[in-house]
């Protein structure tokens, strides 16, 4: 039950958060944080735990955002009907990528994920008359305020990893497993691998294309270039599960809170530091690097991506040992077995 | 019938010929030992029975069945379940959760693959070191995790694929000790074994293989005494 | 007849340029079976050298004596410290090299938008951007001047791996690390100089590109994708594959381009990595063993 206990907490707060915080920029913030729970505890189903790593995400997560997007440009359905059609048709996408690519092993099928990520893009960009191209979608969001998106959000955030929770500790979670363990090991323990990979896949794809349709909803606007991104959807994903701790159920939720809020901390030169630092001391220079800092936090993620796979591979959860014995200097107790 | 019969079984490996006709009967209960020198084709008759590759030619009848060519986690539900020569753990998971693993191909619920699982390592031995990460066992209870995986199953059929490798004396009489608990139990067995103590021990039946194919079959007296299998194990001179 | 003929020759001399960019990746590929996703990245610093270098009035394929050296060891310094690491690191998941050479490829985009803003740059020189003419087909001297040098590296290339020690112990860890290990091959230096090696022909192939191709931060994501595919064509580890790969992948560009329009160029190579991961035995089964 004490396992159970910080995440209630967390949720708890989180429910209660906009009634104490009206800023609609802290609710913006929170949103993303939640969508990217979202779409990292998705990743790491497929990734962590059944060890075929997917650099190409994006793809569901644009193919989602673009259901409910054609779904109301075509149709004049509402959108907010993609939140539902979303997964789906993420899910069946991506079987027949799976059915394909599965039986390459390893990198290959990191790669061949990449290829199915920018494919769509690609297709996306060109097929003008079906989605727009590059002109993209534009729909008016439902609500003016952001706090039935915040909510919506939430609920997703939590269907989402409790269900993953639920499945990852009975059966599918420990034939998931055993796949990435060794496949070989588990076709003769009765494991259907083709079966269940394909089932961690569909678990995966669902998620991420509902948070995929939700963010059309939420941002009105989505193009190619924007929802089908390698680095800010495929590969950011890949990030917040990583830093978080792959692997494990809370870790892409720590993850999504440390890259959101990093990603943040650039983006407003070390929140607005710089700026206070260039008007205190009237220095120019001061400025300067504010705004180089600004623009560099692609470059600060590429860092991290460099500094967390060499010192830190599983993560702040998974790694938690590690970091309490380097940076709080907290030694083990008794040194295990 | 057979309980279970290997007929005519042929693996081609491009040019290579690893296993060419080899054909033997099993029987209900026993102990069925397969031997012979290294490379003479012993675990790819494993490997086409268990479902790793379909062989060339040839039938694997098991009951009234024909199984070659089936994907393994088939013919595992089928009651055939086996180790692995070079062993295989689930290195990230405890002992307990690899045949926990091994469990749900039985039955469905958490509390049943649990329970079932607990029973297992009990039976296995490796109750002592049951939370503990199978990548931080030594070989021999490495060895023992693959039987006791395989046994989560509840085979009718084991293949044991040189379970006694790498092992210390006492080792070795625990691991015989178990084969002979397994079978005691009631699970047929077909053991590959180069450590000629066990096999000759334990097996009710030798068949011994070279070059992929039969060179000897009968009591472990009457191969141990058998012209080809002491020329192949030995060389000619002490024929 | 004309236009096929010319759209023919067009995709052979662009083809030379890209069995360059393949060569190098193939090396490392097939060496240290590391997917380096910085590749493009690596080729588009060698044309910003050139591009620095030719506002000071320096030739492009006198560039090429500083670009490679350069580049060769920005790649030493990059395997050292960043890849090799990664050997002893105990994760999860085995794809964290490819990740790492992902975060290098962004680093780079990102320094390199840094110094030289996204503006798209070019290189002027008197010579390059002329043609000439055999019959009624026009060549361009740019990409014949690069067809030639990349053939002639190519052939360096060969002779290297064949004929001296060097060569044969990067042979010997491609085909075993652990053999080559045994057999007094230090496995570690021989990684270390074949990333160093991929990177100076990728920036061989750059200097050459430069006359005629812009300059932005951007361009090394989908040369990387064109370096991936022409590997993946070929075979890894062959260079004779990353011949085959880099003229296919051009002459396919250029047919699309004439026949379809210009927009399918990109479309064309994913469909070429499809089609290649779906229908080519040699290339696909390679990949589906670990």
């Known amino acids: ?337 | 019938m057979a309980y279970f019969r290997v007929e005519k079984l042929v693996k081609k490996f491009g040019g290579l010929t690893a296993v060419n006709e080899v054909t033997f009967d099993v029987e209900k209960g026993e102990i069925f030992g397969l031997i012979g020198p290294n490379g003479s084709g012993k675990t790819t008759t494993f490997n086409m029975i268990s479902g790793v590759y379909p062989p060339t030619s040839g039938k694997v009848v098991y009951g009234d069945r024909e199984i070659q060519g089936m994907k393994s986690h088939r013919i595992c539900h089928l009651g055939v379940g086996r180790t692995f020569q070079v062993v295989k753990p689930l290195g990230r998971m405890t002992v307990l959760d690899n045949v926990i693993a091994a469990s749900f191909s039985r039955v469905n619920s958490m509390s049943e693959a649990r329970s079932h699982a607990l029973k297992t390592v009990e039976f296995c031995g490796l109750a002592p070191v049951q939370g503990i990460l199978a990548k931080s066992l030594p070989i021999a209870g490495r060895k023992r995790l693959e039987i006791a995986r395989a046994m989560a199953t509840r085979p009718d059929l084991l293949l044991l694929d040189e379970t006694a490798a790498g092992l210390n004396p006492s080792e070795l009489v625990e691991a015989i000790d178990l084969i002979q608990k397994i079978r005691a139990n009631g699970t047929t067995i077909i053991i590959i074994e180069h450590i000629m103590h066990v096999i000759m021990t334990i097996s009710d039946r030798i068949h011994a293989i070279n070059f992929g194919q039969t060179i000897a079959e009968g009591t472990p007296k009457e191969v141990a005494a058998n012209q080809a299998v002491i020329e192949a194990y030995l060389g000619t001179d002490y024929a | 007849m004309d236009v096929f003929l010319q759209t023919l020759v067009a995709g052979v001399l662009k083809g030379g340029l890209y069995a360059l960019i393949g060569i190098g990746m193939t090396l490392i590929m097939g060496v240290m079976g590391i997917i380096n996703l910085a590749h493009g990245q690596l080729m588009m610093l060698a044309m910003y050298v050139t591009f620095v270098l030719n506002t000071m009035g320096v030739d492009p394929y006198i560039s090429l004596f500083v670009a490679m050296p350069l580049l060769f060891l920005l790649g030493v310094v990059i395997q050292k410290f960043l890849l090799n690491p990664l050997i002893k690191v105990e994760t999860i998941l085995p794809e964290n090299q490819v990740l790492m050479t992902v975060g290098i490829g962004m680093v780079l985009t990102e320094l390199a938008r840094f110094a030289f803003s996204s503006d798209y740059k070019y290189i002027t020189t008197d010579y390059a951007n002329q043609t000439f003419y055999l019959g009624n087909i026009s060549f361009s001297v740019a990409l014949t001047i690069a067809f030639v040098v990349a053939l002639t590296f190519t052939a360096a290339m060969f002779w290297f791996l064949l004929k001296t020690d060097l060569g044969r112990s990067i042979r010997a860890t491609a085909q075993d690390k652990d053999a080559a290990t045994l057999m007094g091959v230090n496995t570690g230096r021989i990684t270390v100089v074949t990333f160093g090696l991929g990177s100076a022909l990728v920036a061989a192939a750059g200097c050459l590109l430069a006359p005629v191709y812009y300059i932005f931060p951007d361009l090394g994501g989908p040369f990387t994708a064109k370096a991936f595919i022409i590997t993946i064509l070929g075979g890894l580890g062959s260079t004779v594959g990353a011949i085959f790969g880099g003229v296919t992948l051009g002459l396919a560009e250029s047919m699309g381009a004439t026949y379809f329009g210009m927009e399918y160029e990109d479309i064309v190579g994913l469909t070429i990595f499809i089609l290649v991961l779906l229908f080519l035995p040699g290339g696909f089964k390679r990949l589906t063993k670990v």
């Open chain 1, 1 to 337: 039950m004490k396992k159970n206990l910080y995440p209630l907490v967390l949720l708890a707060v989180l429910a209660l958060l906009p009634l104490a915080v009206k800023s609609n920029y802290f609710l913006h913030l929170m949103i993303l944080f939640l969508l990217w729970v979202v779409i990292g505890s998705s990743w790491n189903v497929l990734a962590g735990f059944t060890g075929q790593v997917s650099f190409g995400h994006a793809a569901f997560f644009g193919v989602g955002a673009y259901t409910a997007g054609l779904l109301f440009q075509h149709l004049q359905v509402s959108p907010w009907w993609g939140m539902a059609l979303g997964g789906v048709v993420a899910v069946l996408i991506g079987l027949p990528f799976g059915a394909i690519c599965f039986p390459l092993r390893g990198a290959y099928f990191a790669l061949a994920s990449l290829a199915l990520g920018e494919g769509i893009r690609h297709v996306a960009t060109i097929a003008e008359n079906f989605t727009g191209g590059m002109m993209g979608i534009m729909i008016m969001p439902t609500f003016i305020s952001k706090v039935p998106y915040y909510y919506i959000s939430l609920a997703l955030a939590v269907l989402s990893v409790v269900s993953i929770q639920l499945v990852i500790g009975a059966k599918p979670g420990y034939y998931f497993v055993s796949i990435r363990e060794d496949q070989d090991a588990a076709a003769s323990l009765g494991i259907n691998t083709t079966l269940y990979k394909n089932v961690s896949l569909s678990i995966s794809a669902f998620w991420t294309g509902m948070a995929g349709a939700l963010y059309m909803n939420y941002m009105g606007f989505i193009d190619p270039h924007v929802v089908f991104s390698l680095h800010d959807y495929s590969v950011m994903a890949i990030l917040v599960a990583i830093v978080g701790g792959v692997g494990t159920i809370y870790g892409p939720t720590v993850g999504a809170f440390i890259m959101v809020a990093f990603q943040e901390f650039f983006r407003t030169g070390f929140f607005g530091l710089f700026e206070y630092l260039g008007h205190k001391t009237g220095s120019s220079a001061v400025s300067v690097v504010g705004e180089a800092v600004q623009h560099a936090h692609v470059l600060g993620f590429g860092i991290l991506v460099i500094v967390v796979i060499l010192y830190l591979p599983n993560g702040v959860v998974g790694d938690w040992e590690k970091i309490k014995r380097n940076v709080f200097r907290i030694s083990p107790a008794k040194e295990g077995v």
